[in-house]
């Protein structure tokens, strides 16, 4: 029997999105010709994606060129999304609080963002796990394309058959239907748009209009979007000011710092098992200098570093072992930020 918690999920490139429900569906954006029906991801497939246990045999497989060698019970520095080894520097942990504020409050529109590599989707799948049944969310990654292909995508995201050939009208009809019902069980709906910044004016001018559905102190429908810094300053034209205006919660998410990137390396570590100090001060201090601060690209150096020292046979990542990987050339830092080095070593 379906419960009443509901999450769906729904990537707006056609790719299976993590996180955290009872029934999630994995769907595909629309298409020129009839899609052929996905297979339902189950509960079961969704506790292996989100909470797997770290010694899986596939985690195992993918994890064995240098765990053993340092104790651990998995790779510490895996670039995918995991909330179990959420850390909480102090940007991280308003962010988030504006997070939660903005959905328990009834906000109309919350606005997160924050530089590639942040950490902005590992906060939404902790959110997501902490939703109670009173909340039925819709996420949809990635979205993109004109303004009359949104409404698919949302009706998608919450889990309703869209034919090729509906109206608009239909389709706006067919999403008010959904929000009543769901009201009428006791449950708001929550949008959540991740990569949010690829969404047109046209676009975020339709999600607002999608808030006047709320009427008086029925709060029926939430947005929440999640982007890099080009979102809010697309918010920010002249010409968004209704849109801006319905942002009740805000918040963007910097780099972290020194202090921080020693407390966060140390800090994954111990999740991954270790209970020795690998990465000497200074290899982290180079660490920091290197990536910015900026959380994927230090979680790259770090693997990058550990493996490294495994093929030497070394018990620990100095600084040598850091300044070799960026001498090879293996480490891809672009989108690296400028280091903030705003304390003494």
């Known amino acids: 029997m379906r419960t009443a918690r509901t999450h769906k999920l729904f990537s707006g490139k056609g790719r299976a999105t993590e996180g955290t ?36 045999t596939a985690s195992q497989n993918s994890a064995e060129i240098y765990t053993d060698h340092f104790g651990l019970k998995t790779r510490p520095f895996a670039l995918a999304p995991d909330p179990d080894f959420l850390f909480w520097p102090p940007a991280h942990r308003r962010a988030y609080t504006m997070l939660e504020y903005g959905v328990m409050t009834h906000s109309p529109i919350t606005l997160i963002t924050g530089d590639i590599g942040a950490g902005k989707t590992t906060l939404l799948l902790h959110l997501m796990r902490s939703l109670g049944p009173d909340v039925c969310v819709g996420l949809i990654s ?113 780099a972290m710092d020194q202090r921080t990137v020693r407390a966060y390396v140390a800090h994954r570590m111990k999740v991954a098992g270790s209970e020795t100090n690998v990465f000497t001060r200074p290899a982290v201090d180079l660490i920091f200098r290197t990536t910015g601060g900026v959380p994927r690209l230090v979680n790259q150096l770090c693997d990058l570093s550990l493996v490294y020292a495994f093929s030497k046979g070394r018990s620990s990542v100095t600084t040598a072992t850091v300044q070799r990987v960026l001498d090879d050339g293996v480490f891809f830092a672009v989108n690296a930020l400028p280091a903030r080095d705003d304390m003494p070593a």
């Open 142 to 254: 990635n979205p993109n394309g004109a303004r009359s292909e949104l409404l698919r995508w949302v009706l998608m995201a919450l889990d309703e058959p869209v034919g090729l050939n509906e109206s608009y009208v239909d389709l706006f009809q067919r999403f008010q239907s959904v929000l009543i019902r769901e009201y009428a069980r006791g449950r708001r709906v929550v949008l959540i748009f991740d990569e949010a910044q690829n969404l047109s004016s046209e676009a975020l001018e339709e999600l607002r209009m999608f808030t006047n559905i709320n009427t008086g102190r029925d709060e029926l429908l939430q947005l929440v979007l999640v982007g890099q810094p080009e979102l809010r300053d697309a918010v920010s034209q002249p010409s968004m000011r209704q849109f801006a205006q319905r942002v009740a919660a805000n918040y963007h998410l910097t």
């Open 21 to 56: 429900s009872d029934v999630v569906n994995e769907v595909k954006p629309p298409q020129p010709t009839p899609v052929e029906p996905v297979r339902p991801v189950t509960p079961s497939d969704l506790r292996s994606a989100t909470h797997r246990p770290h010694d899986t």
